[in-house]
Structures are given as C-alpha cells and as structure tokens.
C-alpha cells in the first residue's frame, strides 16, 4: 500500500511540471561570448531552440501547474556564441520575439 501510495505522489508531483526548473541565479551569469557548451552547463538543455534570422534562440521555460509559475528566458546563439546578455528583469525575462 505504501508503495503504491509513493508512486502515486512521484507521478502527480511530476506531472505537475513542465520544462527545465532553471535558476535566476544561473541566467544571470550568461554573457555575450560564452560558449553554447558554457550555458548549457549553466541552465540545462534548453526547452525549445527555435531558428531566428540572427541566429538560434535557446529557449528555457519551466511551469508549476501545482503553483501556478511561470519562468521563461531565452539566449541568442550564433555559431555556437551567445550573440546578446539575456535581459533578466528581477525574477522575469524580457519576453524574446524573433520570428
């Protein structure tokens, strides 16, 4: 019973998420010139990477269904060189549209 009662919370609790759980902390360290191979270290593998016509968007967002919050911030990459700092406001990032 209590077994089946874990697994029953593990998969609630995961369903409850969506995305990379990033941390502001780590978005705030990327800095133009650092390497894809630097920021993937730093915030995981990005959510989506979406093609711009500057170059690579590298999207990480993460939502609480549980809580209800919301964190996305994205970073230009241009042969493999963040092209642009990410501009992070408190604990939100400017919304990114490049399409």
């Known amino acids: ?27 705030r360290q990327i800095r133009q010139g650092m390497s894809e191979r630097e920021v993937i270290a730093l915030m995981g593998k990005p959510t989506r990477i979406q093609p711009s016509p500057i170059g690579l968007v590298y999207i990480w967002g993460h939502l609480n269904a549980v809580t209800g919050s919301v964190k996305t911030t994205s970073v230009i990459v241009n042969d493999g060189i963040v092209a642009a700092d990410p501009i992070i406001l408190g604990d939100r990032s400017l919304p990114l549209n490049i399409y």
Request: aromatic fraction near 14%; proline fraction near 0%; charge should be positive.
């Open 1 to 27: 019973m209590k077994k089946l009662f874990l697994a029953a919370l593990v998969s609630v609790t995961l369903a409850g998420c969506f995305g990379n759980n990033f941390s502001w902390t780590n978005a």
